[in-house]
């Protein structure tokens, strides 16, 4: 089956610190998508990217679609105490039938005051 | 986006015992998503659920262990029967939204405790 890699597993930083996290895959993805999970929370969408290459932002958070379609990274600007939590990465591969989603890891941050 | 709702938030059962989760979806939505997310682990999914159809279930996940129905575009329920302790997660659900199908929105989750 399709795996994806998510690294760091987990982060601590400073407030006012950019963060950078990526996902890789063993097979080509159609679809990027992010997502971050607050404790006793559902996982909340950030950014989807659909197309090789893509570029998005949302507010202090930037994420691209890999070239390839087999990457994908995340970047968090200036963090602030708030963006503490899990981020997962996830997508559809082009081998899945329907919209099954494959989910990394995750990426557990935390952010020092 | 899709707004999702599940019931309830969290329950404590014993062994044995079933429950049915609830959720619910704010438009209509062709594909429903259940996964479950044991402690500090990643999401794995359960089973879609599309309605009208049979739910499809993914490798480990059979149908007499978690029934699911889809009786209409918005609402479907995921029952987990005959708990064990090893049951104890977090179960999701998930609707298909966005620009593209691949494209899902959760709800908050059931916090399941199987004593």
């Known amino acids: 089956g399709q795996q994806l890699n998510q690294s760091p597993q987990s982060m601590f930083i400073q407030e006012g610190e950019d963060v950078s996290m990526n996902c890789t895959s063993s097979s080509i993805f159609n679809t990027w998508l992010w997502y971050k999970q607050d404790p006793g929370e559902g996982p909340v969408l950030l950014i989807a990217?659909?197309?090789?290459?893509e570029l998005t932002s949302n507010g202090r958070l930037t994420a691209q679609f890999g070239i390839t379609r087999k990457d994908s990274f995340l970047n968090i600007s200036a963090s602030i105490p708030s963006d503490v939590g899990i981020y997962f990465c996830a997508g559809p591969g082009s081998q899945t039938s329907g919209s099954r989603l494959t989910f990394g890891e995750g990426t557990q941050l935390t952010v020092n005051p | 986006s899709a707004v999702i709702s599940q019931k309830p938030s969290r329950d404590i059962c014993q062994r044995g015992t079933s429950l049915t989760i609830q959720c619910q979806v704010d438009?209509?939505?062709?594909?429903m998503f259940w996964y479950r997310q044991q402690p500090g682990q990643s999401l794995t999914l359960i089973a879609t659920a599309n309605q009208g159809s049979e739910a499809t279930y993914e490798s480990g996940f059979v149908i007499d262990k978690f029934p699911i129905s889809r009786p209409n575009l918005t609402f479907s329920t995921l029952t987990v029967s005959n708990m064990s302790p090893e049951d104890s997660s977090i179960y999701l659900c998930s609707a298909e939204g966005g620009r593209g199908a691949d494209t899902q929105y959760f709800g908050p989750g059931t916090r399941l405790t199987v004593l």
């Open positions: 990217l659909y197309k090789a290459g």
């Open positions: 438009s209509q939505v062709t594909m």
